[in-house]
């Protein structure tokens, strides 16, 4: 089965201190890879896709076919940071989006 | 950007009952998709649409129906609800970069 896996569930963070959420997938082609963020009972918002690579909010993702990894990082956390963080794959025959189980960040201040 | 609605925001029903949510963007997008979130397993794929009368199944689709008569309107319905289908839905629809999400239905089935 295609998946996409984030080990960890909650990660707790101390303000300006590094962030780095895991996210791990398997496909053998070419996927595009998403994350998306949700702030409390909001509705999902694209942060990063790696096609772009770009730098939003100060966080950055690099894919790594070897590893298969798509992790997201940014160098010193910040409060607003807090929310749930959720890796996405997507396989371009058919478009469909697939959700890793999301990672539950808090920042402490 | 309100592209993207789904109706009710929050809906109560009974078990056995249909519920029927709703979902519509104004962009004409191709593909529209329904999900369910739910704490320990993320979001999940019930049904998606790459056009209008074409629709499919993903990965949890037991117990739901949709249809896509319109580009712009996909709803999903409950056929008969249970307590299992408690949940938060997001709509959500693609054309080109990216995936935009509705602000999801709340529905506790009780």
């Known amino acids: 089965a295609q998946r996409v896996t984030q080990p960890e569930k909650l990660l707790s963070v101390f303000k300006g201190a590094p962030v780095e959420l895991k996210c791990n997938y398997s496909y053998s082609g070419s996927p595009e890879l998403f994350w998306y963020v949700q702030y409390s009972r909001q509705r999902l918002q694209l942060l990063l896709r790696?096609?772009s690579r770009e730098s939003i909010k100060g966080f950055t993702a690099d894919l790594n076919k070897g590893e298969t990894s798509f992790h997201l990082k940014k160098p010193f956390a910040q409060e607003e940071d807090s929310a749930m963080y959720y890796c996405?794959?997507?396989?371009?025959?058919?478009?469909?989006?697939?959700f890793g189980t999301g990672t539950r960040l808090t920042i402490i201040p | 950007d309100a592209g993207i609605t789904q109706s009710p925001r929050y809906k109560i029903t009974e078990t056995g009952r249909q519920v029927t949510l709703m979902c519509h963007q104004t962009?004409?997008?191709?593909?529209m998709f329904w999900y369910r979130q739910d704490l320990g397993h993320g979001l999940r794929l019930i049904y998606y649409?790459?056009?209008?009368?074409?629709?499919d199944k993903g990965e949890v689709p037991d117990g739901y129906v949709v249809s896509r008569s319109k580009t712009e309107n996909f709803p999903l319905t409950l056929e008969s609800a249970t307590r299992s289908q408690t949940s938060v839905y997001f709509c959500a629809s693609r054309q080109g970069q990216g995936y935009t999400f509705g602000s999801g239905t709340r529905l506790t089935v009780v």
């Open positions: 649409s790459a056009a209008a009368d074409i629709t």
């Open positions: 996405a794959r997507a396989i371009s025959q058919n478009e469909k989006l697939t």
């Open positions: 790696h096609i």
């Open positions: 962009w004409s997008h191709s593909y």
